[in-house]
């Protein structure tokens, strides 16, 4: 079969692999309905990340199940799935405190550019339909495995409730879903920085009152001028840039909560500057197993559309053409079609 194999920074080529085979009992192989390229798979494309040796990209998944392994008890063959980008048993303490990205056997999925794709810990990774989903809703349901629910968790672990006052700092694909969770969730003032038209009215869609361009010391002035100088109860930061994180940090009011989702790249902080913060920080990998039920309900119930995000889309032979695209910022997010 084709996959996506990233050989060195901005080297992402479709090339002929194996397909994937069962190699523990409790493993799945599914065939991918569709995939995409994650705000993350652009670290390494860009030379964040170190790439040692050829690599097989994609973590976001979602598709109908062809095999599994002799131990695998509540996924079957035939089901249409969606799991998380961070592959849990869902039984540790860890799971079970809803926290399933530290699962004590977590690993993280990878190789779901290609049409097959396996999945290690089935029953604990994989949450099945009830029936199989028109296709109109797969983009949908392949965003709920990872930039949907990254974004919720952003939201949760910033703490959004009802008539609350959220900022979200990050206008990637990432951010826009922190827009939408927070208008879910009930907060009564969405703050979306963003400097671009398209990213902008996206976020105003799905659910942004405000929409800010400036960044840094400038962003922060008009986060505290649109809220008399207090500043937002919650904050999402969905970057992973210092200027991201100290922006959110400072567009927080005493006591109030961010959650970072970016994943971090040269960000640090010192004990003093911590200190007289006061001020709540709770992020990381995103624990999408917790949310993916509720989130897959609201999808096939229709009460979100978080596939808009999906705005280039290009079979997986172009994959490289999708990888440009977000590099170069004329895509939010692609969706690959396998």
Known sequence: MLAAIMHAPRDVRCEEVAEPRIQKPTDAIIKLSASCVCGSDLWPYRGANEVKEPKSMGHEYCG?????????????????????????????????????????????????????????????????????????????????????GTGWYAADAAGVQEGSTAVVVGDGAVGLMGVLAAKRMGAARIIAMSRHKTRQDLALEFGATDIISERGDDGVARIKQLTKGVGADSVLECVGTQESMSQAMNCARPGGKIGFVGVPHGVTFDGQYLFRQQKSLLGGAAPVRRYLPYLMDLVLNREINPGKVFDLEVPLIDVAEGYRAMDERRAIKTLLRV
């Not at 996924?75 to 961070?86: A, E, L, M, N, T």
């Not at 977590?106 to 009830?130: H, K, N, Y």
Request: glycine share 8%; proline share 7%.
């Open 64 to 148: 109908v199940v062809v095999e599994v392994g002799s131990a695998v008890t509540t996924i079957k063959p035939g089901q249409f799935v969606v799991g998380s980008f961070c592959i849990s048993d869902n039984t540790c303490p860890h799971c079970k405190f809803g926290f399933q990205s530290s699962c004590e056997q977590r690993e993280i999925m990878s190789g779901a550019q290609a049409p097959f794709a396996r999945v290690p810990l089935a029953d604990g990774t994989l949450v099945a339909t009830a029936a199989m989903p028109s296709d109109d809703l797969i983009p949908s349901l392949l965003a709920v495995s990872d930039v949907l």
